[in-house]
């Protein structure tokens, strides 16, 4: 199998153990929305800005890996047009069943976004990548299609893992991996994610994710760091993610 259906394949059985981004927002969370109190998340524990976005209202938004059923929702109860594009069939059923509950239009894409994205170009507004790209071997690609996607002066945020957690064994304690983590190019490595049912992912640096970023024409405008939220890293206060905000020039 190709590493990315087997990622799709992981991530389904974790939406239904009850995984923590598989569960869908509630009713209550939505009409909350609805009146201007809402959060959404890039990285694990620390809220997106709400600078970053700007105004939603007839906004044509890209959930890009962003399915599941917890951002997407509070954008369209914004006024937002959304599309999502995911690889796990589960995190996509739970974009429609929240859509039906609420009673509003969103479009599903099942897509591996190794591809080129399926999309015009400059078809959207606003792009909105969670923590995903980990499960990515190579995300320059990744960046460029989303440059291509979006409008001028259209934004890009995104959910980004540093590395740090590939390095240590479960517990946090010890360094047991070298960088960068490659399970397809070392069988170690590979062994650590199947006996852990972590599917396949992969470490990247900051020259690949922000400097991918900027190779593919985007400004950086903003970004913070985030920890775990839970673990010894965590209680070290160790940032382990960052999230980044990028725009497409308009000119």
Known sequence: MRYQDINAETIDKWVDEGWEWGRPISHETYKQAQKGQWDVYLTPTKTVPHSWFGGLQGKKILGLASGGGQQIPIFSALGAACTVLDYSQRQLESERMVADREGYEVRLIRADMTKPLPFSDGEFDLIFHPVSNCYVEKVEPIFCECFRVLKKGGIFLAGLDNGMNYIVDSEGREIINRLPFNPLLDPEQLRQLQEAGDGIQ????????????????????????????EGRLSQLNIPCFWATRAVKPSS
Do not use: M, P
């Not at 020259?207 to 400004?219: D, H, N, Y």
């Open 202 to 229: 992969f470490s990247h640096t900051a020259q690949e994710q922000i400097g991918g970023q900027l190779k593919a024409g985007f400004l950086l405008t903003d970004l913070y760091e985030d920890s775990n939220g």
